[in-house]
């Protein structure tokens, strides 16, 4: 069976505790919905074939993106969150892990602007080559969302605290890859502080990405 006959699950990474933010900012309005919402929602406009969402062991998370969920997605609790992302992320490849999976997307539930558009394009770059990951990237820095692929797999499993699949990419010249580069640094915007937060409100959700298809 090959790639273009096996699903791309996405994984998106909801089980941060905002430390920095003294907060659970996935649960803070961003318009008329909670923050942690914008990238899921995208997600599933996109090609996805199925998303996991990975929430940390307090129900908040859950409760505020739950509203959003349809048959396309699996919820699980990661109880080793507060171990760092490397926990969440293998929490989620582990889950993903079935014999018709040819790769996942990794999605942070903290970028709010990211479009559908971009998810499709990794996917159908993956599906046309042979390439073990295809990445996003803004002024020559690879950043999510990635695909990666499910030979990679024991890779990321080898990722501690809060090392994400970042680490794994940046600098690996053995690994076959792809980047899509983006000019629209929005795009990538992640909310990690109240600053980053307050400038999210500025931007407000009219400068969310549109979430309907053409």
Not at 4 to 12: A, C, E, K, L, W
Not at 27 to 45: C, D, E, F, M
Not at 135 to 154: D, E, H, M, V, Y
């Amino acid at each position: 069976m090959t790639a273009n006959h096996r699903s791309i699950v996405g994984i998106y990474l909801a089980a941060g505790r905002g430390s920095r933010m003294g907060q659970n900012k996935l649960v803070l309005p961003l318009g008329n919905h909670p923050l942690g919402s914008y990238a899921l929602r995208t997600a599933l406009h996109s090609k996805l074939d199925h998303i996991i969402v990975v929430f940390p062991d307090e129900e908040w998370t859950l409760k505020a993106l739950k509203p959003y969920f349809t048959e396309k997605i699996t919820a699980i609790q990661c109880p080793n969150s507060h171990l760092g992302l490397s926990y969440s992320l293998n929490f989620g490849i582990q889950s993903s892990h079935t014999t018709d999976v040819a790769g996942v997307v990794i999605l942070l539930a903290d970028q709010p602007f990211i479009h559908f558009e971009m998810i499709n394009s990794l996917i159908n770059i993956f599906q046309q080559e042979k390439v073990d990951y295809v990445a996003s990237s803004f002024n020559n820095i690879i950043r999510p969302p990635f695909l990666i692929g499910k030979q990679l797999f024991p890779l990321l499993q080898q990722l501690k605290g809060d090392k994400g699949a970042k680490k794994l990419l940046t600098g690996n010249s053995v690994l076959n890859g792809r980047v899509i580069p983006y000019e629209n640094e929005r795009l990538f915007f992640d909310i990690d502080t109240m600053e980053e937060y307050e400038e999210a409100l500025k931007r407000g959700e009219a400068n969310c990405i549109s979430l309907e298809r053409e």
